[in-house]
């Protein structure tokens, strides 16, 4: 049987008691342990991440929920994952102008309007993306 081990990180959860529950967070990277992506019932590329018709799937799928069909599953753990996640993030900010252009035009001239949409898409793109 394969070990339990974090969605996020990979680090292993043996050491922590079962069942898992809401208010549970990996001992290595403190991401909840309770959510979606934990789930055996997830999955990743489906129009309803959900396979348990039952569930009705919370938005935030990285999030600590409160579902009643939750069971953990091995193997979720994906490593290139995070690699995807800046590979992306690096092309955005290519794609609009990098990613040292400035948040907040200079006190000194007024912004010409480009920048201002270009400082509002980035603005979008990191609440977007953390």
């Known amino acids: ?5 974090c969605w996020n990180c990979g680090a292993s959860l043996a050491e922590l008691p079962r069942p898992i529950t ?4 990996c001992p290595a990277c403190f991401e909840d342990l309770h ?6 019932h997830f999955t990743d590329n489906a129009t309803n991440p959900c ?9 935030h799928k990285e999030g600590a929920n409160f579902c009643d069909f939750f069971r953990p599953a091995t193997g979720r753990y994906r490593a290139g994952r995070k690699e995807r996640q800046a590979r992306a993030k690096s092309n955005l900010d ?30 979008k793109l990191d609440d977007l993306f953390g």
């Open 51 to 59: 396979a348990d018709e039952r569930a009705e799937p919370p938005v």
């Open 94 to 123: 290519e794609l609009f102008g990098g990613a040292d252009a400035p948040d907040e035009p200079d006190a000194e001239s007024p912004p010409a309007p480009e920048d201002v949409e270009v400082a509002e898409a980035r603005r």
């Open 22 to 25: 809401r208010h549970m967070n």
């Open 35 to 40: 959510c979606c992506r934990m789930c055996r």
């Open 1 to 5: 049987m394969t070990e339990l081990a």
